[in-house]
């Protein structure tokens, strides 16, 4: 199985920052990657798929980036209401799997 | 518009199955996979395996291979997740989401609590 390893598992930034969190694939999964946020009691929400591409509605502020083993996603400038937790899931192969999380919380 | 639709809160008992619907509107039900995805309390995403709505043929993560089986209704666009031989580790909610042109999980259901306990 391709094990997804986040960083960092927890940040708290403020309002207006750059937010970077990163995504490390055990094997190389090409640009077979996406991002989900989750809010408390909420179901995961699509922001990026295949590395880069934005899921439609989602505020342009978000952006992806990487390939191969290396992946990020980016925040451009936090607002309130990307307080959240974020997690990456590979889908070069099945079994699909998912990144431990990395909450952003204030 | 895209809507996943899962039935209620469910308690059960160590040993008991469970099934679990997901009702699907809004798009072409054949068309796209559906997936099964857990999460225990305070805990990160798991997948649990597919079910490809036009002929029904699945694939299930290998650990849970041996308790669960995913159905599909097309006359109804239902989609059913029956876990079984359930145990206290079992305790999560249980979403079902839509596969995109690829598998990422593009719409999720809203999600179902199932409690283990004796």
């Known amino acids: 199985d391709i094990q997804l390893t986040q960083s960092p598992s927890f940040l708290s930034p403020s309002v207006g920052d750059r937010v970077t969190i990163t995504c490390r694939a055990s094997?190389?999964?090409?640009?077979?990657l996406a991002w989900y946020q989750q809010k408390p009691g909420k179901a995961p929400k699509l922001l990026i798929y295949?590395?880069?591409t934005l899921q439609s509605g989602v505020p342009s502020r978000f952006s992806g980036s990487g390939s191969g083993t290396e992946f990020t996603l980016t925040i451009s400038s936090l607002q309130p209401e990307d307080f959240a937790t974020y997690y990456c899931?590979?889908?070069?192969?099945?079994?699909?799997?998912f990144g431990g999380g990395t909450t952003v919380e204030i | 518009q895209v809507q996943l639709v899962q039935s209620g809160a469910e308690v059960k008992k160590p040993g008991a199955s469970v099934k679990v619907s997901c009702k699907a509107s809004?798009?072409?039900?054949?068309?796209?996979?559906i997936h099964w995805v857990r999460q225990a309390p305070g805990q990160g995403l798991e997948w649990m395996g597919i079910?490809?709505?036009?002929?029904?043929?699945?694939t299930y993560a290998q650990m849970f291979q041996d308790r669960v089986t995913m159905t599909r209704d097309t006359s109804t666009t239902t989609v059913y997740m029956e876990l079984s031989s359930l145990r206290s580790e079992d305790t999560a909610v249980y979403y079902c989401?839509?596969?995109?042109?690829?598998?990422?999980?593009?719409?999720w259901g809203q999600g179902t609590l199932v409690s283990v306990s004796s």
């Open positions: 989401a839509k596969g995109g042109s690829s598998s990422w999980l593009d719409f």
């Open positions: 809004g798009y072409t039900f054949s068309n796209y996979y």
């Open positions: 079910i490809i709505p036009s002929g029904g043929s699945t």
């Open positions: 094997q190389g999964i090409s640009s077979y």
């Open positions: 295949t590395t880069s």
């Open positions: 899931q590979q889908f070069n192969s099945y079994p699909l799997t």
